[in-house]
């Protein structure tokens, strides 16, 4: 059984900086590609923000994020950062952590369903 735990939370205002982590546990030892999603409002869908291979590389970003956020993890572990500058009003949302251990390519990375394991969310809130 893997388990996956998001921190780092929190309120920022406007332009300000948040840094999440994911630790993701395994007695097996197996390292995962994993990826962040977020969801903006109760009842809606969760969105893609970023995703990493366990290598480390590649990264791959939301149109929306893209320059603002930085999704990075320790070598040959599962833990994963999220680093988000520039942090707008409309990043408001419960940010979730996910991992897979099949290689998550590029055409699926962004679809929640084929993600197999994840945290239970953390709340990030940007007011203006």
Request: hydrophobic share 35%.
């Amino acid at each position: 059984q893997v388990q996956v735990v998001e921190s780092g939370g929190g309120s920022v205002q406007a332009g300000g900086s948040l840094k999440l982590s994911c630790a993701a546990s395994d007695s097996s030892g197996d390292t995962y590609d994993m990826a962040w999603f977020r969801r903006l409002a109760p009842g809606k869908e969760r969105e893609f923000v970023a995703s990493i291979d366990e290598s480390g590389t590649p990264t791959y970003y939301a149109n929306p994020v893209q320059g603002r956020f930085t999704i990075s993890r320790d070598k040959g572990k599962n833990t994963m950062y999220l680093q988000m500058n520039s942090l707008q009003p409309e990043d408001t949302a419960v940010y979730y952590c996910a991992a897979d251990l099949l290689e998550m390519r590029q055409t699926i990375v962004a679809v929640a369903a084929n993600w197999d394991y994840w945290g239970q969310g953390i709340q990030v809130t940007v007011s203006s």
